[in-house]
């Protein structure tokens, strides 16, 4: 089985600063990994995913994560937001032979001030 | 359309009733999935679709809730004698394959509010 965890329930930040939100996941099987964006009324959308090879992966938006396997984590990261960043980010995992579902994280709110 | 419609986007209904919710995957995408999304429990798998056969319905809360898909397309979760706890944001996921490894492209959901 798998779990995810997002440590921050609501970040708060100010525009053009950067942010990092948090994510670890357990599992006792191989796992991909995903970041999804929810923007208010809307359903989710890809923001990038880890498969395999570089640990380091790019997303839409100016997006990046880390896949740090010592740690369980996958941390997202943007140098500079924007206050259309504004949104709620779900970190998920899939397992390789378990269809495709994800199991998601709590979520966290990011709130870009001016 | 090109992306994951469900309808209605909206539903109010009397605690006792049933209600039919339904989602039209992308074409082509053989792989379908629903989750529910409430306040404190997040996001929540409840049942997926390889074709017309739902190897996973683990998630479904209870046996209040079913559903199909037919002719390898569209889908319907209903919920019988829904109750207050029912009430939540069901959304809809399609994939190209059920391996994992692919993105799931989601509706915009179904709110369901249960009075």
């Known amino acids: 089985a798998q779990s995810v965890t997002q440590l921050d329930s609501q970040v708060p930040v100010f525009e053009e600063a950067p942010v990092e939100l948090r994510c670890n996941y357990s599992s006792s099987v191989s796992v991909y990994l995903f970041w999804y964006v929810q923007y208010p009324n809307q359903g989710l959308q890809l923001l990038l995913k880890y498969l395999s090879g570089s640990t380091l992966v790019k997303g839409i938006n100016g997006f990046e994560a880390e896949f740090n396997k010592s740690q369980t984590s996958f941390h997202l990261r943007k140098p500079s937001v924007h206050i259309s960043d504004t949104a709620e980010y779900f970190c998920?995992?899939?397992?390789?032979?378990?269809?495709?579902?994800?199991?998601f994280g709590q979520g966290t709110e990011l709130s870009v001030k001016p | 359309g090109a992306g994951v419609s469900q309808s209605p986007s909206n539903k109010v209904t009397e605690k006792g009733k049933d209600v039919e919710l339904r989602c039209d995957p992308i074409?082509?995408?053989?792989?379908l999935y629903w989750y529910r999304q409430s306040l404190g429990q997040g996001l929540e798998f409840l049942i997926y679709f390889q074709g017309n056969s739902a190897p996973d319905k683990s998630g479904l809360p209870s046996d209040r809730f079913s559903a199909e898909r037919t002719g390898g397309s569209v889908s319907t979760l209903t919920i019988q004698r829904t109750q207050q706890e029912d009430s939540a944001v069901y959304l809809c996921?399609?994939?190209?394959?059920?391996?994992?490894?692919?993105?799931?492209?989601f509706g915009q959901g179904t709110r369901l509010t249960v009075v």
């Open positions: 996921a399609s994939t190209f394959h059920h391996r994992g490894n692919t993105e799931a492209f």
């Open positions: 074409s082509g995408h053989t792989a």
């Open positions: 998920a995992v899939s397992g390789n032979n378990q269809g495709g579902k994800l199991i």
